[in-house]
């Protein structure tokens, strides 16, 4: 690819070809259209590649940044289903980097949570089936 360069970790002596990655982006601008663009990076092929050109903390404090958004966004639905601190904490006690944790949903509070996005009929409608069920 024109404007690759070759990467070189002479400590282990590995040569090895970056991989090109796309990062698109949108923008709402002040007359309320949407912009994008799309530039391209220069990533390594494993984890042991980016390392070798980023540098291990670099590599390190993004992961567990990444690790951490995933982890909160786990968190809210559990705080939104009434969930204590003491109950997140076990659910997320043997959390591993890149291991997707079990998603349990509590359907009666999926419910009431969407419940007044209902129309009034999808209410009625539901009601009907929920006592229906013995």
């Given at each position: 690819m024109a404007g690759q360069l070759l990467n070189v970790n002479f400590k282990e002596r590995r040569i090895?070809?970056?991989k090109q990655v796309e990062v698109t982006a949108k923008a709402k601008m002040a007359d309320d259209s949407t912009k994008e663009e799309t530039i391209y990076i220069q990533a390594g092929n494993s984890a042991v590649e980016s390392i070798d050109m980023f540098g291990d903390e670099a590599v390190n404090s993004n992961a567990i940044r990444n690790w951490k958004i995933t982890i909160q966004s786990g968190m809210r639905g559990l705080i939104k289903a009434g969930k204590s601190q003491a109950e997140i904490?076990?659910?997320y006690k043997d959390a591993k980097?890149?291991?997707a944790a079990d998603r349990t949903t509590d359907p009666a509070g999926a419910l009431v949570?969407?419940?007044d996005s209902y129309s009034p009929e999808e209410q009625a409608n539901i009601l009907?089936?929920?006592?229906s069920k013995k």
């Open positions: 090895f070809m970056p904490q076990a659910k980097l890149g291991v949570a969407r419940w009907k089936q929920l006592k």
